[in-house]
């Protein structure tokens, strides 16, 4: 995910922070030499659970990121967190987050206009969706979809969700 100047573009890297191989610790930005592709790294923002799929808002003000996760904030499901991005140095600043209303959230959107956040919610197949404020923050969620129904091969997939996340 890349945004700011076209004369050093700041690249956002989302990682998943939370399982036993991995050693990530955040959200890592670099910046990008256009010229030659080298990348550098600028900063790690730290303490963001699973922020594994980013987006930015069509504005390239904020950043969007789902946290992966079964429980967020001691609550069923996971969360999505919004962030400020700084038009000169690129650092990204949270702003808030909220519960994504389903398990494992791994993939947002922010529709065209920059209004409304959709979020996948992987495990329990459903989708959130999310009013956008005017200052970037994420207002509580507006609408839950819960997907039904099975694959076509039943008995590796009864539910809209992964098989090896089934309960």
Known sequence: MSAISKEAPVVFV????????????????????????????????QGI?????????????????VNEVQRFGGQPGGGVSAFSIDSVSGEL???NEQPSHGEDPCYISIEQTGRFALV????????SMFLIQ?????????????????S???ERQSAPTCPLHSA
């Open 93 to 95: 600043n949270l702003l």
């Open 14 to 45: 989302g990682t998943y922070t939370e399982s036993e191989e991995s050693q990530s610790e955040g959200i890592y930005v670099y910046r990008i030499d256009p010229t030659s592709g080298e990348l550098t790294f600028e900063t790690v923002v």
């Open 152 to 154: 076509v091969h039943a």
């Open 134 to 150: 005017k200052d970037g923050r994420l207002g509580p969620v507006s609408e839950v979809i819960q997907h039904s129904g099975s």
């Open 49 to 65: 659970l699973n922020p594994s799929y980013l987006t930015i808002h069509p504005q390239q003000s904020f950043l969007y990121a």
């Open 120 to 127: 996948a919610n992987y495990t329990s197949g459903s989708i």
